[in-house]
């Protein structure tokens, strides 16, 4: 759920100065057509949904780590 959250949010805060460049400057308007701005806008949102899954995944493996494990699930012997 973080990571769609963190996903609109990007979305959000790549489109405005995306389309805002495409706008106001030349070169943009030049090379940018509407599937080169989707590309920029989706990119950052997919790459903002992956890096918050990966932060909440290592968090989570800390949080559960083998060393605050019960002593009963540490004895890994199978003698």
């Known amino acids: 759920?973080?990571?769609?959250?963190?996903?609109?949010?990007?979305?959000?805060?790549?489109?405005?100065?995306?389309l805002?460049?495409?706008?106001?400057?030349?070169?943009?308007?030049a090379h940018l057509n509407p599937t080169g701005q989707a590309l920029i806008i989706s990119t950052v949102a997919g790459m903002a949904y992956f890096i918050v899954a990966d932060k909440t995944i290592l968090s989570m493996a800390r949080k559960h780590s083998f060393d605050d494990a019960p002593e009963h699930l540490k004895n890994t012997s199978f003698h």
């Open 20 to 29: 805002a460049s495409v706008r106001m400057l030349p070169w943009a308007r």
């Open 1 to 18: 759920m973080a990571g769609a959250k963190a996903a609109a949010v990007a979305t959000v805060a790549a489109a405005i100065p995306t």
